[in-house]
């Protein structure tokens, strides 16, 4: 039988992987390598030790002799010269640690060949919540000032009255206040619960220079509207996969918001608030000149990135119509420009993040399963004191001796993220280049998730002619998505792995009856266990997504210019969702089990944009200059998805639409087409009294005939008081 991409299978993974190691070099090899095999080593290390009347100290000490571990801890924080007697011969490390340490506080993580000890208790009193009032120099309360717990994306804004309050923060850490036109301060928690903090102004030059509309760049003191450029070092230093993520807290009244904490996931970017309760509050994102219809968050390599500017407001955006009604985020990326003539520059990015769950809600550790009873399937919490039930009958007719269990932390584990980048771009007499190659890989904090993306990109110009140039970029990005399928309500992860009752030892006992994987076992009768869930409820996706776009630029003369750009940016992409035969989501907890459902869909998008400029930039006089653009825009979309459903499986495991009972099948084609006609008037006088005048009509095909013209005016005036 031949084996299809759909199943996130042999084609499919093998063939990413092949890429990886065909494009990428030794240099990400190897840290991939060094990850991979060093939590290998963890796992088949195998220890004997056999101490009575002993030490923790001494039982660290033998583990540390026999292997290249080391441990790591705080003497004030770990008890150990408690007593303890251990005999375990040719056992894996973790069932070691956890005799060890079994009903005291007391966790460890295993990085690489360190294992850090730490204690919860002590955890939990150093961690505080820590609040204050941010103002500025006068005294007076600053709102919307950013403050995140530095080096992660943990934190909170001020309120109107400069008010603000971060949860959990670490004894240790570092808080982190930023605003705009503020110099960014750093304040140390240091155990404290209130800080407040003074900000001084910080003096921003009006002569910057910023990337505007159809990446026309113009002194930003000529702009009537509000506009923030990031630089790209900035962006890649957060470590993120998604380059949106790494806009939060760098620039003002940018809200980005993580739709969860799966690998991959994507973010969601609102520009000074929502403007629609049921429609799409995305900004228009316009990479090197090209929109993008479907966002840039995965098509981007951030390592790539030259620098994004955020034009912010109905003025900033009039020039890109109807497309760019929630903001406009300009992405430029490294073409080679400004670098040393004839001296190739290589660059190489790589590092690797540790992703873990932020906050585990405290909750009850006293009581057992039941209802003032201990009841086997119970899926309350209300029972008899585990302390006081001994030795008791499970529901699998085993006696077992009850004893509290964290289901939680031993059902999420430590997940990473690895981002490599190889970049090499020059410049020469005539043009410039920028070629790049990045790799991304993502585990997540619940098992058999991940995401990996492979991207190449190439920009550059060449000057063919003293008039004439010409320009191109070509960015290719694939990847592939791994998860877990889960239902709602009680059936939900997060929500079941802090609502087992403590005395059950979800992750101790078998997830299905012994010869038949498909029934399940669970303390709750009709919803699935959540480790049988992760290991046979699955939703993957692969896609693959092109963007290429070639400019053309001819300057007859010195005062005008003609610019034509046309691109397009087309994906591909196929997914599989299933919830085996047996699942709870399915109603398949029966005997013998039922249910099942499997979901296969497929799309193919395809964007064409074309766009003609012609500018004209004169000097009136000594005092007074203008620049006029006028354009055209031409828009085709086009997206076609195929949808397919089977439920009723009759054999588990066969992941297949002839494997289903009942089939469904939904097509859907959305295709729409615009022109549009614009124009802009930029004059100056004096260097400190400008006016800015834009206007586009846009003609839609996706509304009725009579109604398919819009028309964008905007006018602006700013003055330099400083230079009258």
Not at 316 to 331: F, M, Q, T
Not at 677 to 700: K, S
Request: glycine share 10%.
């Amino acid at each position: 039988m031949k084996k299809k991409c759909l199943n996130g299978e042999a084609p499919c993974r093998g063939l990413l992987k092949w890429l990886r190691f065909m494009k990428l070099t030794l240099f990400i090899l190897l840290i991939t390598f060094v990850h991979v095999s060093a939590n290998v080593y963890s796992q088949q290390t195998k220890l004997s030790v056999s101490l009575k009347n002993g030490t923790v100290k001494d039982v660290l000490k033998e583990i540390e002799d026999q292997s290249d571990f080391f441990f790591l801890y705080k003497n004030e924080e770990i008890d150990v010269n408690r007593s303890i007697s251990v005999d375990m011969k040719n056992r894996a490390l973790k069932e070691l640690l956890d005799q060890v340490f079994n009903g005291t506080p007391v966790s460890y993580e295993v990085i690489d060949r360190q294992i850090i000890l730490r204690s919860s208790t002590v955890q939990s009193q150093q961690s505080r919540t820590v609040s204050g009032k941010v103002t500025d120099a006068a005294g007076v309360p600053l709102p919307g000032v950013t403050v995140l717990v530095k080096g992660t994306m943990q934190g909170t804004t001020s309120d109107g009255d400069g008010n603000y309050s971060v949860p959990n923060v670490p004894a240790d850490a570092v808080l982190v206040f930023s605003f705009v036109g503020m110099k960014s301060r750093e304040a140390a928690s240091s155990g404290r619960s209130v800080i407040n903090v003074s900000l001084e102004e910080e003096m921003i030059g009006v002569s910057e220079v910023v990337v505007t509309a159809f990446g026309i760049s113009r002194e930003k003191k000529q702009l009537s509207y509000a506009t923030q450029q990031v630089d790209g070092e900035q962006l890649g230093a957060t470590g993120n996969n998604n380059v949106v993520k790494s806009l939060q807290g760098k620039v003002a009244g940018v809200t980005v918001m993580q739709l969860s904490g799966a690998p991959g996931s994507e973010a969601k970017v609102t520009i000074r608030g929502s403007n629609s309760i049921n429609g799409s509050n995305s900004p228009l994102y316009v990479v090197d000149g090209f929109p993008i219809e479907g966002g840039a968050s995965f098509n981007v390599d951030p390592n790539e990135i030259e620098s994004m500017s955020v034009l912010k407001g109905a003025t900033a955006a009039a020039l890109y119509g109807l497309r760019a009604s929630n903001g406009v985020i300009l992405i430029s990326t490294k073409r080679g420009k400004g670098l040393s003539k004839n001296k190739p520059v290589v660059t190489v990015n790589s590092n690797y993040s540790f992703d873990r769950l932020s906050l585990y809600p405290e909750t009850q550790m006293i009581y057992g399963q039941g209802e003032n009873v201990f009841q086997p399937n119970s899926a309350f919490a209300w029972g008899p004191k585990i302390s006081e039930m001994g030795t008791y009958i499970n529901q699998l007719g085993e006696e077992e001796v009850a004893r509290a269990y964290d289901n939680a932390r031993d059902f999420f584990q430590t997940g990473g993220t690895l981002n490599s980048n190889i970049n090499i771009s020059n410049n020469f007499d005539r043009g410039n280049y920028s070629v790049g190659i990045g790799y991304s890989g993502q585990d997540g904090i619940i098992r058999h998730t991940d995401f990996e993306r492979v991207s190449f990109k190439f920009a550059g110009d060449y000057q063919v002619s003293d008039k004439i140039k010409v320009g191109t970029l070509v960015n290719y990005s694939t990847s592939s998505t791994r998860g877990t399928n889960q239902d709602g309500g009680n059936s939900n992860l997060f929500y079941a792995a802090f609502g087992t009752p403590p005395s059950y030892n979800l992750k101790g006992k078998p997830t299905h009856v012994e010869g038949n994987e498909y029934q399940q076992i669970n303390y709750r009768g009709s919803h699935d266990n959540i480790y049988w869930a992760t290991e046979h409820n699955r939703q993957e996706t692969s896609t693959s997504t092109m963007i290429s776009s070639l400019d053309l630029a001819y300057n007859p003369t010195n005062w005008l210019s003609f610019t034509y750009r046309a691109g397009i940016d087309e994906q591909t992409g196929e997914g599989i969702t299933v919830f085996e035969l047996g699942s709870g989501a399915t109603g398949g907890r029966t005997n013998p089990p039922s249910g099942g459902r499997l979901g296969v869909t497929m799309h193919k998008r395809t964007g064409i944009n074309s766009t003609f400029l012609a500018s004209v930039k004169k000097d009136l006089t000594d005092r007074l200059n203008f620049d006029v653009m006028v354009g055209h825009e031409f828009y085709d979309y086009n997206r076609k998805t195929l949808s397919t459903t089977g439920t009723d499986f009759t054999i588990g495991g066969f992941h297949e639409l002839s494997n289903a009972n009942s089939i469904t099948s939904d097509e859907n084609w959305d295709r729409r087409r615009s022109y549009a006609f614009f124009g802009n008037l930029n004059m100056a006088y004096a260097n400190m009294l400008f006016l800015n005048v834009t206007g586009r009509n846009d003609i839609v095909s996706n509304m009725p005939s009579t109604d398919r013209s819009f028309f964008y005016p905007s006018v602006g005036m700013g003055f330099i008081f400083t230079e009258a």
